[in-house]
Nanobody
C-alpha cells in the first residue's frame, strides 16, 4: 500500500506562483511499482479535473489543457516525491489539489481519475483576484 501526502498549498494572489509536493511512502516494493504519478484538482461544485501526470518509465509528462504552459510537473525518484510548480496562477485555479498514483497508465488513460489506485488527502490552493 502506498500513502501519499500533499503539501505546499496556500493563498496566493493572481499571477503568483506556488509549488506543491507529494511524498510517497510505504513498502519499498510498493513504491517501486508506481510508474505514473498524477495531479488532479477539485473546485467546489465541480468534478475532479486532471491537471498533470508524470510517467517514470519514459519520463513523459502530460498536462490538462487549462494549465498547459503555466504548470510544470516533475518527479524526484530518490525522494519518492513529485512536484507541481504552478505559475501565472488565476482565480479559476482555486481548488483542492490531489496527488494520485498508479502502477502504469497508457497515454490514452493517463488523465482518467478512475485509473489511479492511490490518492492523497489534498491540499487547498486559493488564488485571490
Amino acid at each position: 500500500q502506498v500513502q501519499l501526502v500533499e503539501s505546499g498549498g496556500g493563498l496566493v494572489q493572481a499571477g503568483g506562483s506556488l509549488r506543491l509536493s507529494c511524498a510517497a511512502s510505504g513498502r519499498t516494493f510498493s513504491i517501486d511499482s508506481i510508474d505514473t504519478m498524477g495531479w488532479f484538482r477539485q473546485a467546489p461544485g465541480k468534478e475532479r479535473e486532471f491537471v498533470a501526470a508524470f510517467r517514470r518509465s519514459d519520463a513523459s509528462t502530460y498536462y490538462g489543457d487549462s494549465v498547459k504552459g503555466r504548470f510544470t510537473a516533475s518527479r524526484d525518484n530518490a525522494k519518492n516525491t513529485v512536484y507541481l510548480q504552478m505559475s501565472s496562477l488565476k482565480p479559476e485555479d482555486t481548488a483542492v489539489y490531489y496527488c494520485a498514483a498508479a502502477r502504469f497508465l497508457r497515454t490514452s488513460t493517463i488523465s482518467a481519475r478512475d485509473e489511479y489506485t492511490a490518492w492523497g488527502r489534498g491540499t487547498q490552493v486559493t488564488v485571490s483576484s
